[in-house]
């Protein structure tokens, strides 16, 4: 039962993310963004609303994240925007709003909403880091966004996790191979499950992805996408697995794997965790979108890209039980000042401005009640100043994660404080 005075809660399928657990965060974002830093990224940033013709053209007016979850609002000015349920929608936008020379690269870390069934690993509003690249259908460069996707799990200590790959063709060959896999619906459409018996025309792709065992049944015996492509979209998937394998990544073959967006063309991916449970294990995704520039108004322009749940990376590292830290964030040095003539404020100032991280109390608290507090922040010293240190003009440095006060104990004159303090750190 939670007995918190609080009238106003996060709203359902969103949630706050405070210290401890919001330093494993900026661990995970850091380490993305040092890697994607290393592959040759930039950060964009950009609204987190946009007239809601981006995302229905990006995404698919028909698709069910545009037509069933998209938090779609007319402001002030009669505008219709929608949050952004997804970023590659927005960065093509920016893209062609923008035209910067290509390969155009940017990385980003941004919430997403989608009004979803909230449970666990599926939330109203989540957050992704993820890349996109524009200006090049190289399949080098299709193997470079996933092997940043992959060292990145890797760096974050992930061990289970499984690289899903398909192509999806481009136009024609995926035209001609729906219309193939529509005449095999159409003669087994009694079988399907009860949803899709009614809806599989509308998108009879869908149904490839149709966890029900009817549908599986049914689509089991009938074409698969990579049968089919053409010549050049062969080529180019061939030359991604090959690349992929040169780099030591091993990918499963999957040809069910259709996402969720209309975007997609050729090169599509998800990463699933296999310590997850199989409804919600995709912790990235990602694919080409060679037509979107062109739909949202631009030149013919290729890209690709992938995005990582961070709140579906977190899971998975809980449930292989990856405890290591990716950023160390307690504070080196606690000030305990005893003195009533708050030294805290100038000490602490100093050693901050040489580079340490400090925490010290307020409210002129007692002595043990600091201590307390400092042993409670992390912080591996203690600098205790009271009246005759202050009188002597010395202060007193405590190792906090020695058990044995007296012995490694010592007092240095207060102009020194900031040099022992750098030396001991160092350690
Ligand atoms: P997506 O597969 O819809 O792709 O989402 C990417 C990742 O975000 C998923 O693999 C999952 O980890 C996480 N995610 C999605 N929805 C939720 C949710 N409701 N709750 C928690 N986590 C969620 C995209 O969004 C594409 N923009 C990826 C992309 C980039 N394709 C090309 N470039």
Avoid at 144 to 170: P, Q, T
Avoid at 209 to 229: I, N, S
Avoid at 261 to 281: C, G, I, P
Avoid at 382 to 411: F, K, N
Wanted: proline residues 4%.
């Amino acid at each position: 039962m939670n007995d918190s005075p609080a009238q106003f809660r996060a709203p359902v399928g969103t949630h706050d993310v405070l210290a401890p657990e919001s330093a494993v965060w900026e661990g995970l974002i850091g380490t993305f963004s040092t890697l994607a830093y290393r592959y040759g990224f930039s950060l964009i940033l950009s609204p987190l609303f946009e007239d809601v013709g981006v995302f229905n053209r990006g995404i698919g007016e028909a698709s069910e994240v545009a037509t069933k979850e998209m938090y779609v609002f007319t402001d002030r000015g009669n505008r219709t925007l929608a949050l952004r349920p997804e970023g590659t929608a927005s960065v093509v936008r920016a893209f062609v709003q923008h035209q910067p020379p290509t390969p155009w690269k940017a990385w980003y870390v941004t919430p997403a909403f989608r009004y979803e069934r909230p449970q666990a690993g599926r939330y109203r509003q989540h957050h992704q880091l993820g890349v996109e690249v524009l200006g090049t259908d190289d399949p080098a460069v299709d193997v470079e966004v996933i092997a940043l996707a992959w060292r990145f799990y890797e760096a974050i200590g992930l061990r289970r996790v499984r690289l899903l790959l398909n192509s999806m063709g481009h136009d024609e060959c995926r035209g001609r191979y729906v219309e193939l896999l529509a005449a095999h619906l159409a003669a087994n459409a009694s079988s399907l499950c009860d949803e899709h018996r009614e809806t599989w025309a509308s998108n009879p792709l869908r149904v490839l992805d149709c966890k029900r065992e009817a549908c599986r049944a049914v689509t089991e015996r009938g074409p698969m996408l990579p049968d089919h492509l053409c010549e050049d979209c062969r080529a180019h998937f061939e030359r991604v697995v090959a690349g992929l394998g040169a780099l030591g990544i091993e990918s499963t073959l999957a040809p069910r794997l259709v996402r969720g967006f209309d975007y997609y063309t050729r090169t599509t991916f998800e990463f699933a965790a296999d310590a997850l449970d199989s409804a919600q294990n995709a912790i990235g995704g990602g694919g080409r979108y060679d037509k979107l520039a062109e739909q949202l108004g631009g030149r013919a322009t290729s890209g690709i890209g992938f995005g990582s749940g961070i709140e579906r990376l977190l899971l998975a590292r809980e449930a292989e039980g990856v405890t290591a830290t990716l950023l160390e964030r307690s504070p080196d040095v606690f000030v305990v000042d005893t003195t009533s003539a708050d030294v805290a404020t100038p000490y602490a100032d100093r050693l901050r401005r040489a580079g340490l991280a400090v925490h010290r109390a307020y409210d002129q608290r007692s002595m043990k009640a600091q201590m307390k507090a400092a042993d409670r922040s992390g912080a591996r010293f203690a600098v205790l100043v009271g009246p005759t240190e202050l009188a002597a003009g010395q202060v007193t440095i405590r190792d906090l994660r020695s058990g044995d006060h007296d012995q490694t104990q010592r007092s240095v004159a207060h102009d020194q404080l900031v040099a022992t303090m750098l030396e001991l750190v160092k350690k």
